[in-house]
């Protein structure tokens, strides 16, 4: 152990180590970013310069005298660290250390200290000089960078759905994530140092793929492709990669960054999609077909049927019974129905493929048409009708009128037993969108039934007491639905009927 | 023969396969007390070989035109919609009157036919006696109220 207080040797010794470097000191004076300084052979300072009262905050003339183990914080003090470390740069000529020094104001810095011990011309040790440099800026960016990289590293290791690795420069696997781990089957020790193609089949590799992707890659900054997959079991899965190039701040390409997604279900979602909209298109095709087909050869029999029994009351009405003119008065009836019921569907089916257009509507407007529609077709009916002013909506006007049509001409049709029949057509606002409403005081019908309205050929009156083909709700409800709407109906038989319905989206 | 010399004859020729339907137009054009002489041709490749003068009808003079053809839409060979273009692709034809007689109100041949130039599109009803009527309307319109194109042409 070297005393800790021999002044009166100090300044002896520091004569002796100024001395020959009045130069030295000047030099020395000049360096702010290090703090340079001397001291006696037994660890006292002798010489202070401007750095190490930038770093240190001591004066010249306090610390002069003063041992360098104050320098320290208490733990390496107890430890002895001071007297170990001049120890060795006495024995060693030189000794490098890194850690907490202790400014004047008691706070720590993180310094890089080399001592070098100083000999007189025989050799013998006179003291030694100390370059301290403050290193807590370096030191805490560092630690942020360390930090950083800890986070990003937990990150990426802690992605399960996508393997995120690096290969080098040459593909082979210099890291791996648990993503990988879970995606391709290998374990970190088994794959980093293998090269990355043994994720391909054999086909990619026999083309030659797995360099493509790394040669364009390192062409074009980052490269992606889609295709099958080899697991570490030899299963194959459908990928979505995407490779980057990894370079240096000068442009040195250090390796690639590869992230793998397993889009197996996605691809067979996609697949899925696409077989079910072809088997749709060519469901509508046929549909189209066979619309087309009933459009032009349904009619023709009907067309013979009526036809041929006029032409047998017209030409052998004399030898007809009154009983077969009723039979073929019934055929023309059942051909007129028929005929009908052919227009029916074929509306109904036009609906169903029709394109849906956008376009604002008024369907105020469209109300008040139809209803004089109405009055021309039965100018006798005393029907009382109101319509809200400013009912707007927005869909394929052509549909929207034709389903205006069959609820209006529906209450039309079932007010006709009431002495004056009363028809609203009028809007509630729930939300957002508008819920409309076309009520009349007509027959109505018992709700036990009310699910069976708006399927095609669905009839709750008979032809006798109503005629009609029981498809206007049904076209209605298509309409509706097509617009993504909804239409419910509230009845009372004797009370009269109420369809609410939306169409999606107000304009 | 001289092309672009066409001589209108008072023929009506209605161009369908369906017997029962072909009956029918005879029986409602006699009901509706039409004179014109009704030709009637089974096919579209009939209807062709008949106004071009060709196969079986090939000793026809083709100058003579029908004053209007009724033709039907859904034929067998040939469609109504290829007579149609057939007709309006010749000089010797270009003119010629040509109505729809048809069970079909599909957007589709409606649109065929009128951007084909088809003079008329009328849809056969179910019921004979509106059948009748439109035979009726169709006759005295094509035979009394129209004029038909004139003879020489460019």
């Known amino acids: ?507 | 023969m001289t092309r672009g010399i066409r001589k209108v004859t008072s023929v009506t020729l209605l161009v369908e396969d369906n017997e029962d339907d072909a009956d029918l137009t005879a029986m409602a054009f006699g009901d509706a007390k039409i004179a014109n002489p009704l030709v009637r041709v089974r096919d579209g490749q009939e209807a062709i070989d008949f106004l071009f003068a060709r196969g079986s009808y090939a000793h026809r003079d083709p100058s003579e035109l029908p004053l209007v053809v009724l033709l039907d839409l859904k034929l067998p060979k040939l469609s109504g919609i290829d007579v149609l273009r057939a007709i309006r692709g010749d000089r010797q034809t270009c003119r010629l009157p040509v109505v729809i007689l048809t069970s079909s109100i599909e957007e589709r041949d409606r649109l065929g036919c009128y951007d084909l130039h088809c003079n008329s599109y009328v849809r056969k009803p179910v019921d004979y006696d509106q059948f009748v009527a439109a035979c009726r309307g169709l006759g005295v319109y094509w035979t009394s109220i129209n004029t038909p194109p004139p003879e020489v042409g460019s």
């Open chain 1, 1 to 507: 152990m070297i005393p800790k207080d021999r002044k009166h040797e100090g300044v002896a010794a520091a004569h002796r180590l100024r001395d020959p470097g009045h130069d030295f000191q000047t030099l020395a004076d000049s360096v702010k970013d290090y703090a340079i300084f001397t001291l006696d052979a037994g660890g006292h300072v002798m010489s202070w310069n401007t750095g190490a009262r930038e770093i240190k905050g001591y004066g010249e003339l306090e610390i002069l005298g003063k041992h360098c183990s104050q320098f320290y914080p208490p733990e390496d003090r107890e430890a002895g660290k001071p007297e170990a470390l001049l120890e060795t740069a006495a024995r060693a000529g030189r000794v490098e250390d890194e850690g907490w020094r202790v400014r004047k104001d008691g706070t720590r810095f993180w310094a890089d200290v080399v001592i070098s011990s100083l000999h007189d011309h025989a050799g013998e040790l006179i003291g030694f000089l100390k370059v301290t440099r403050d290193l807590t800026a370096r030191r805490e960016a560092e630690e942020r960078l360390r930090q950083s990289e800890l986070r990003l590293r937990l990150l990426v290791d802690s992605v399960k759905d996508y393997a995120i690795f690096m290969v080098d420069t040459r593909g082979q696997v210099i890291s791996w994530n648990r993503g990988a781990e879970r995606l391709k089957g290998y374990q970190p020790n088994e794959v980093i140092g293998k090269h990355f193609s043994i994720f391909y089949t054999a086909e990619d590799r026999a083309e030659g793929k797995p360099a493509q992707i790394l040669a364009l890659a390192a062409a074009e900054g980052r490269a992606e492709d889609e295709g099958w997959r080899v697991r570490q079991d030899g299963s194959v899965f459908w990928a979505d990669v995407s490779m980057s190039a990894v370079r240096d701040e000068r442009g040195h390409l250090l390796g690639f960054a590869k992230v793998t997604r397993d889009s197996s279900e996605r691809r067979r979602t996609d697949r899925e999609l696409i077989s079910r909209s072809a088997q749709l298109s060519a469901a509508n095709q046929e549909l189209e077909t066979f619309s087309y087909s009933v459009s032009h050869d349904l009619r023709a029999p009907l067309r013979g049927m009526d036809g041929f029994s006029k032409a047998l009351l017209r030409d052998y009405s004399e030898q007809l019974p009154p009983q077969a003119r009723n039979y073929l008065e019934r055929i023309h009836r059942a051909a007129e129905r028929m005929s009908e019921l052919i227009d029916d569907l074929l509306e109904l089916s036009r609906i169903t493929r029709a394109e849906i257009r956008g376009e604002p509507i008024d369907l105020t407007a469209l109300a008040h048409e139809t209803v004089s529609d109405l009055r021309k077709i039965n100018p006798d009916r005393n029907v009382n009708v109101t319509v809200q002013p400013g009912l707007k909506t927005s869909g394929d006007r052509r549909l929207i009128q034709a389903m205006l049509e069959n609820l209006i001409g529906n209450a039309w049709k079932f007010t006709a037993k009431q002495p004056v029949g009363r028809i609203e057509v009028g809007a509630v606002r729930s939300h957002h969108d508008p819920e409309f409403f076309v009520r009349d005081n007509g027959v109505g019908f018992d709700m036990a039934y009310a699910d069976k309205l708006f399927m095609p050929f669905q009839r709750l009156h008979t032809g006798t007491e109503f005629e009609g083909t029981g498809i206007g709700l049904a076209t209605a409800y298509r309409i509706i639905s097509r617009h993504g709407g909804r239409i419910r109906v509230e009845s009372e038989p004797e009370k009269g009927t109420t369809f609410w319905f939306t169409l999606g989206a107000s304009p």
